[in-house]
């Protein structure tokens, strides 16, 4: 990512990462049943929200403009529909739901 400072570029890759996994665990939630689903994006927003203000004022405070954060932020959060699509594929694999499920516990405990 060219022009971007060290910490702008963290943030990016391990928030592109981040709601990768996010997208996982939404999958696979869904994969149970819509109630579940809905109480782990639910969970997922909530957790998402203050994540998502803390790194964009680091991105900010790294001079990037608001547009270019906004925009690079954006970028970074649709990596969580490859996760969701990963999430949901796990359906055909015996016992990766209930595998990436404890995971997931696990990520919103810690």
């Keep these: 990512m060219c022009g971007l400072k060290s910490a702008a570029f963290v943030i990016i ?8 996994i996010d997208g996982i665990a939404i999958g696979a939630s869904f994969a149970i049943s ?8 639910i969970a997922v927003v909530c957790h998402e929200l ?3 203000l803390g790194d964009f004022a680091v991105l900010i405070e790294s001079g990037l403009s608001i547009r270019r954060a906004m925009f690079l932020n954006f ?11 990963l ?12 595998i990436l499920l404890a995971i ?7």
């Design 13 to 20: 890759f391990g928030d592109a990462i981040h709601n990768f």
């Design 34 to 41: 819509n109630q579940v689903g809905i109480a782990t994006s």
């Design 50 to 52: 203050p994540h998502e």
């Design 75 to 85: 970028l970074s959060s649709l990596t969580a529909y490859g996760g969701l699509f």
């Design 87 to 98: 999430g949901l594929a796990a359906i055909s694999v015996d016992s990766a739901v209930e």
């Design 104 to 110: 997931t516990a696990g990520m919103f405990l810690y």
